[in-house]
């Protein structure tokens, strides 16, 4: 009894604080004109979440059992490569997938 307590107080909680966050900006100011500093820093949103969430994946993939694997490495640079040099989202993902296919067809 106490688990399933201490489980729906936690989904409780998160789900307050996913509203709070979230109210904050749409509900609060969201009618209003964020000042350009602010609107500046938010372009870098994605900038910044996207390594975050690749990272992991190219560092200590589950696919490997948690070892650098070179495909990924190599295919990762080659996607920062890519995206650099083009500054293309679309090319940068199709290349650096490329490279990922290719280099797993290699390695094996």
Do not use: C
């Amino acid at each position: 009894m106490s688990e399933t307590a201490t489980t729906w107080f936690i989904i409780f909680a998160l789900g307050i604080g996913t509203f709070v966050l979230r109210f904050v900006f749409i509900g609060m100011i969201g009618d209003r004109e964020l000042p350009p500093w602010i609107l500046r820093h938010l372009r870098y949103t994605a900038v910044a979440v996207l390594p975050g969430l690749v990272a992991p994946l190219v560092l200590w993939p589950s696919g490997t059992g948690g070892q650098t694997d070179p495909a990924r490495l190599v295919a990762a640079l080659m996607t920062l490569a890519i995206g650099y040099l083009t500054k293309n989202v679309i090319y940068a993902i199709l290349g650096g997938a490329a490279t990922l296919y290719l280099g797993l067809y290699l390695v094996g």
